[in-house]
């Protein structure tokens, strides 16, 4: 186990906000957690585990340990039929995961491209684009709980993966586990998924009927690179809010006063674009100070001058607050805030 103190966070989170750790622990490997329990226990200092930092950022210095998972082991579980089933180390970089297993001729997440973050972060955020969820890839997610000190294996049914949405963000389990290993299932046959409208109208401009998996890798690059930012040119951390789902009826509502409005039915109501929402309120482009919303995508925060965490906080509450005013529609943050009340180990006794 490695460890750094003070530790700058600037540099392992996509917002880029310029805050530091009291230290810093690199984990490499499973058999270092037994010994990282002792010692986050030991104090009972504050922790905070951070893959790829690309859903997070920090909202001023943070007075206890942050633990960086570097865990990148790469192993087949099952290779036959057709069917291969990967576990992969939680510290894997997730687009060089994308990139291998294309390059393996294993298909099935090149719709995933290019997401920031890291092997561990994707069950948690059931990361998802481009019509595909991590949800329908997921065979089992690896955990050690520093609670207890137990190893758990969590099948994908029992992770409760839902829209940005996992067991693993609420209590029992937030702050309480270090995710060692996710496991995909693959195929060998090619099943390129083109349902979201961008990546149809992609491959109908350029007259593709089926594209390969190489293709749709390729367009779903693209159309990421088109419209949205480079976090180690602009820091940022993906799509601020989630898109809102409201009731039927304040849809209707909503379709009378701007036909124009898109949604898509899910349960519980229609799904808006939280995008949309934000630039028809006026806030597309707009910038107070070091931070402002992507000219291109309003759904993304840009730290232009990697301004402290509060200071984004009080961006995202003024868009917030303008969606609200102009359409009545609450957006939920998408973005974690490192934040206090911090969580920390009951001391041994
Ligand atoms: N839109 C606007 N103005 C904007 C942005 C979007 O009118 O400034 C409209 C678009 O024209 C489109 C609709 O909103 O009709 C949806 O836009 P887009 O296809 O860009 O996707 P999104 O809903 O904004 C979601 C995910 C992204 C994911 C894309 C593609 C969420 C919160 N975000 O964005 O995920 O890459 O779909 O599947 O669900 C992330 O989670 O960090 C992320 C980037």
Redesign the pocket.
Known sequence: MKSRAPFPLQPHHTMATPHQAAEGVIINDPGQLNALRRYLRDDARPFQVLGGGS?LFFTEDFPGIVVLNRIESHRVLKDSNGETILELGAGLAWPAVVERVLADRLYGIENLALIPGRVGAAPIQN?????IEISERLVHVRAYDLDTGEWLTFPAEACGLGY?DSIFKHPPWKGRLIITHAALRLHRRPQPVIR???LRTYFSERNITHPTPEQVFRAVVDI?TA??PDPACLPN???F???PVVPLAQWEALRERRPDI?GWPVEGGMKL????L??QAGW?GRRIGGVGTHQ????VIINYERRPGREVAAFAEKVRAAVARRFGVMLEA?VEQVAPPYPRLRPSN
Do not use: D
């Not at 291109?296 to 759904?299: G, N, P």
């Open positions: 859903n990361i998802g684009a481009y019509g940005r979201y409208q961008a990421r419209k949205l951390a993906g799509s809010f989630k898109n898109a674009a939280a995008g949309w934000i630039e597309k291109r995508q309003a759904l998408e």
